[in-house]
């Protein structure tokens, strides 16, 4: 337990070559539950801020390869395809969902292939590495140049996927069908504005929320407006 969270259930799943440590936290009240999934080199613990304090059911995830997750980090669709066969697992077959950053662009994969999220919220997302700033990109690359000497195996495999990765079509957007879609980026993000406003335009009936005075590690930096949108959700 985190911030005062309660805990209701917690384990691991042996997925597609990785064991993939999951928890279910909060309070079932009978609605759907919430699926929670982090950014690049983070846990499951980074939206406890935002949570705290919400009578909901959350369901963590740590992505392959980072927090108590073990397995290759190859691609973002492998961790959709992980975070699918964690669902059925716990048989949760409908739910919303809040990604961040990486776990954005899981959420948007996972949307795009089934119809599984009654409401989605996705912060700080991008499409492709050009929806970042170039000057981002080019720091990215001298980080992982020196990992890459120091022989991090997995600190090269994380920058290697945001430097590669994701190639989503925008016009595959309009496939996503959801009851709610908040778009959520901050006003100084790493992520180029007109970039999120494309994906806003492209995903039907979505709501783009720009948080002012804010970088992109918005749960972080603003978990009130965070947990804001929870209260939508």
């Known amino acids: 337990m985190r911030h005062g ?25 009978g609605r759907l539950p919430i699926l929670l999934l982090h950014g690049n080199g983070e846990d499951r613990y980074v939206f406890d801020e935002c949570i705290a304090g919400h009578e909901r059911c959350f369901i963590r995830i740590d992505s392959r ?15 959709a395809d992980d975070t699918f066969a964690v669902l059925k697992a716990l048989d949760v077959k409908r739910c919303s ?9 899981i959420a948007l994969l996972m949307a795009l292939s089934q119809d599984i999220f009654d409401k989605i919220v996705i912060i700080g997302a991008n499409l492709n590495p050009c929806g970042l700033h170039a000057d981002v990109l080019d720091d990215m690359r001298k980080e992982r140049d020196r990992l890459a000497l120091t022989l991090d195996e997995r600190g090269v495999q994380l920058f290697d996927l945001m430097l590669t990765q994701p190639d989503i079509d925008p016009k595959h957007l309009g496939s996503i069908c959801a009851n ?14 007109e970039h999120t406003q494309l994906i806003a335009s492209s995903i039907p009936g979505a709501k ?13 930096e603003r978990p009130d407006q965070i947990s804001k949108i929870i209260t939508y959700i």
């Open 65 to 79: 390869g980072q927090g108590e997750s073990t397995g290759q980090i190859q691609s973002y669709e492998q961790m």
């Open 208 to 220: 783009m929320v720009v948080v002012e005075n804010a970088g992109h590690m918005l749960p972080a």
């Open 180 to 193: 709610e879609v908040y778009v959520v980026v901050g006003d100084r993000d790493m992520i180029r504005f």
């Open 97 to 105: 969902v809040i990604g961040f950053s990486d776990g954005a662009v």
């Open 5 to 29: 969270i309660p805990m209701i259930t917690s384990g691991r799943l042996e997925v597609f070559g990785a064991s993939i440590a999951y928890d279910i936290v909060g309070i079932d009240d």
